[in-house]
């Protein structure tokens, strides 16, 4: 089973500024890893799929990046509607998929 | 767009079994895979097993395997995720999902069925 370790578990950043996150995977999955964003009360909604590409209607300010082991969301200029719980999750080596832990992103 | 609706809010005893569904609308449901995952409070997601009622066979986390049963009824474009022997960390929010392909990712999410299992 694939782990992904999600880095850092909180991450306090101020509106306007870029916050960039990151999720390891225990083996290479190629590119086979999307991004979901999560709020209070919701289920989580897809951002990013196959590493880099971004999901119907997301705005242009979230970008994925990376392959093998290593990714990395970036968001450009936070916005408050940012503010949420993000996850990563691989699907390139399954069953099973699985999920990070989660990064939450918090007002500073 | 895919949407998919699920049943309400269960409250079950331990060793007992529950059965939550998820109707589909819009699509091919026949061609698209079905996924299930579970959220305990406070936690992240955990996947528990998918179906493309086209193959038939589905597929489960090792954990799920024997306590897990999905299924699809074509004729309703409904999928069901049954849990059997209740246990109290069963307790959580679990989600269905579609599949942009039979492993993932998952871009239309179900609003989520609460399953409160309690003596």
């Known amino acids: 089973e694939i782990v992904l370790t999600q880095s850092p578990a909180t991450l306090s950043v101020s509106p306007g500024e870029r916050a960039t996150l990151s999720c390891r995977a225990s083996q290479s999955i190629g590119t086979g890893l999307a991004w979901y964003q999560q709020k209070p009360g919701q289920a989580p909604r897809l951002l990013i799929s196959?590493?880099?590409t971004r999901a119907t209607g997301i705005p242009a300010r979230f970008s994925g990046s990376g392959s093998g082991t290593e990714f990395t969301l970036t968001i450009s200029s936070l916005q408050s509607e940012d503010f949420a719980v993000y996850y990563c999750q691989q699907y390139n080596k399954w069953p099973p998929n699985t999920f990070g832990q989660g990064t939450k992103l918090e007002i500073k | 767009q895919v949407q998919l609706v699920q049943s309400e809010t269960e409250v079950k005893k331990p060793g007992s079994s529950v059965k939550v569904s998820c109707k589909a609308s819009g699509g091919n449901f026949r061609n698209n895979a079905i996924h299930w995952v579970r959220q305990a409070p406070g936690q992240g997601p955990e996947w528990l097993g998918g179906i493309v009622p086209i193959f038939g066979t589905p597929n489960y986390a090792p954990k799920s395997q024997g306590r897990v049963t999905i299924t699809a009824d074509e004729s309703t474009s409904t999928a069901y995720m049954d849990l059997s022997s209740l246990r109290s960390e069963d307790t959580a929010i679990y989600y269905c999902?579609?599949?942009?392909?039979?492993?993932?990712?998952?871009?239309?999410w179900g609003q989520g069925t609460l399953v409160t299992v309690s003596s």
């Open positions: 196959g590493a880099s």
């Open positions: 999902a579609r599949g942009i392909a039979a492993a993932g990712p998952f871009d239309s």
